[in-house]
């Protein structure tokens, strides 16, 4: 008897999560990515925010989850804040090329399926993209135009991944991940700290 209940409790385990990834889906688009919490999430879905935190581990975890984002991509970009400000610029870069490597689609196309319109999918990313990543990278220079060098950053980000990932323009398209992140990192660190 007790292996009958066991696969139950898992399908309930499986329903909560489905529900879960439902409800944040709903309040992203709604309320945006910074207007989103993980207790309202809980709450449209009828749980425990404890829940929330048990399946995807942080907000940017659940968010991850609920536009079909790379389960690597939270860890890895956190994992860019780690260390010192030198030697940022190559972590971008490697973060980057290594979880749009392993993608089977483009950037943009990672919200299609969680916005309604592709302007909505924009916005949603470049928010969280503003404060997971810009933000925290502005948040690290002392320096008065610390927003606009984080900016640049962005701009190179962008031409890398429309370079090697939308139109696929050689050799960038095909140079190993190595070479283009001892390239690439070094202009974004310029862009943080020259």
Sequence with gaps: MAEHSRPGRWRTGAESKQRILEAARVLFREHGY?????????????????????FFGTKQ?????????SPDLPPAIEAIFTG????????????LLENLDKSDRTPLVLL??????????????REFIDREITGRLAALL??????????MVNVQLLGLTVARYVLRIEP????????????FGSVVQHCLTG
């Design 112 to 125: 299609t399926r969680s916005a309604p319109t592709h302007d909505q999918s924009e916005a949603l990313l």
């Design 172 to 183: 960038i398209a095909s140079a190993p991940i190595d070479e283009l992140v001892t390239r």
């Design 61 to 69: 975890g659940l968010f991850g989850a609920a536009i079909e984002m």
């Design 142 to 151: 002392d320096a008065p135009d610390a927003a606009l060098r984080a900016g």
């Design 34 to 54: 910074g207007g989103t919490t993980v207790r309202a999430v809980a709450a449209e879905a009828g749980v425990d925010p404890a829940m929330v935190f048990y």
């Design 84 to 95: 010192d400000l030198e030697g940022i610029g190559e972590r971008v870069i490697r973060t």
